[in-house]
């Protein structure tokens, strides 16, 4: 017998019937420092998969917590009725370091209201996502139309090691028709998107040595180099006057089709007075289709620290956005040959591989991005989605498409421009993510009716 789909309507009644258990059980997994990353306490990770376990069994799912060799994730399933699809829906419970506390307003592991912002560390990446996914389940409850595999992983931020092993082992049971990824954000508030394309990443480290060991500056400089100031130079040769990236071998290209305005970009970088954007091109190829390099720290004396010494060693982290269209095997190569070429003064010059990922395009036509853009455009008020790419990367799209190519993937998420993923005072506009909620539930609605028309 076929599940009868609810009305929108009574979707929306279901929804906003939800929203404050929703909330409260979002504040619940906010106060867990799920952090994956090395030197930190990874059984508060365990209690975040529980957590999520705990919330997945109450939608009336089957779950397990999985683990290959990483962290844990947790897998949840309800079959599809009779003829109607299954759709998997992704996100994450672990979360970012929370860095200097003194940047913060407010504790990052307890959840606070300001402005109507929920502020703390995860609220917006990304266990908000989640239960963005609870709200529909909960909506619908036992009307579920469409059969759900729920992947939680607990190392997104943290580089994903053990995905692509833990999708290889649990292949068969997370076969499904569309893959909704809820781990990016929207054009702005008020304004909904689907993400169609997104950098991919390499990260690595470069120690530059020109000395045994330290010696005495006033005796030496002059004639020896110091490693810092040879590091300094050797990260000034990885971009052009105008601030382009200069390794050789990068792929970039043009062509997106969003207008960013400058005035926007700079408020919501934060972009001090008086400084100017850097590269080449139009904003939204700088941040989307064209690589970008950063140096994301330097291990050198402190200042405070520093004796008259010249710096035997200095070690700088580089993470580079790939373009679309890139290969993260070859950019490495790529890097690496620049730093190695442009060692200065015979410096000694060695990279270090930290991680990669690449970059990937969604070919965003078909009934399912039809399906969604609807669902978008009843929760925003008649507003259309907004197709976008983002400068940022999840590595695991690229994985998700080799390994489930007959599947719909839909890039979907709760940020908005505002809400300082990774930084100090991440928060979650409440507005927005009751929007969300609603356009995941209409959603899963409107993939249970195409899939009756196919059947």
């Given amino acids: 017998m076929t599940t009868p789909i609810m009305s929108e309507s009574e979707v929306r009644a279901a929804v906003e019937r939800e929203l404050p258990g929703v909330r409260a059980d ?15 306490d990874h059984s508060h990770v365990e209690r975040s998969a529980e957590a999520v376990a705990e919330l997945l069994r109450g939608c009336g799912l089957d779950v397990e917590i999985v683990r290959s060799g990483g962290q844990p994730a947790v897998i949840g399933r309800k079959p599809a009725p009779p003829g109607a699809p299954t759709v998997l829906l992704y996100a994450h419970h672990d979360v970012q370091p929370v860095g200097d506390l003194s940047l913060w307003e407010s504790e990052p592991f307890e959840p606070v209201e300001r402005d109507g912002r929920l502020y703390g560390r995860g609220a917006a990446d990304d266990k908000a996502g989640i239960m963005a996914h609870v709200a529909a389940l909960r909506a619908f409850g036992d ?26 082992e649990h292949q068969d049971e997370l076969a499904s ?7 990016s954000g929207n054009w702005d508030i008020g304004v909904p ?10 990260n690595c480290f470069v120690e530059v040595r020109t000395l045994e060991h330290a010696v005495h500056s006033g005796m030496f400089g002059g004639a020896v180099p110091d490693a810092l100031t040879a590091l300094v130079r050797l990260l000034a040769t990885l971009h052009t006057d105008a601030g382009d ?12 089709s969003v207008d960013y305005p400058e005035d926007r970009v700079r408020a919501e970088a934060g972009l001090a007075e008086g400084v100017q954007f850097i590269g080449t091109g139009r904003i939204t190829d700088r941040l989307w ?49 620049h730093l190695e070429k442009h060692a200065p003064w015979g410096a000694q010059v060695t990279a270090t591989f930290e991680h990669d990922g690449d970059p990937c395009v969604i070919e965003a036509s078909g009934p399912m991005f039809d399906a969604a853009r609807s669902a978008f455009r009843t929760a925003w008020d008649g507003t259309d ?22 599947a719909t993937i839909l890039v979907t998420g709760v940020e908005d421009p505002h ?25 899963l609605a409107n993939v249970a009716r195409v899939g009756t028309e196919r059947s």
């Fill in 143 to 168: 009307a579920l139309p469409v059969g759900v595999v729920l992947f939680i992983e607990g190392e997104e931020e943290y580089g994903s090691d053990s995905l692509e092993r833990l999708l290889a």
């Fill in 289 to 337: 289709t064209k690589p970008a390099l950063s140096v994301l720290g330097i291990d050198a004396p402190a200042t405070g620290e520093a004796p008259n010494a010249l710096v035997p060693a200095a070690k700088a982290k580089l993470s580079v956005r790939l373009a679309p269209g890139d290969d993260s095997k070859r950019a490495y190569a790529a890097l690496r040959a």
């Fill in 385 to 406: 989605p907004v197709d976008i790419g983002i400068g940022g990367s999840i590595p695991f799209i690229a994985t998700f498409q080799e390994m489930f190519p007959q």
């Fill in 193 to 202: 998107a689907l993400t169609t394309s997104l950098r991919g990443i390499v």
């Fill in 177 to 183: 028709d569309v893959i909704v990824i809820a781990d």
């Fill in 26 to 40: 979002l504040e619940r997994l906010v106060r867990i420092p799920g952090i994956a990353f090395e030197g930190f």
């Fill in 419 to 443: 809400a300082r993923a990774h930084g100090p005072n991440e928060s979650l506009h409440l507005g927005e993510f009751a929007r969300v909620c609603l356009s995941e539930a209409l959603l």
């Fill in 245 to 256: 990236v200069a390794v050789d071998g990068l792929v970039g290209r043009e062509g997106a």
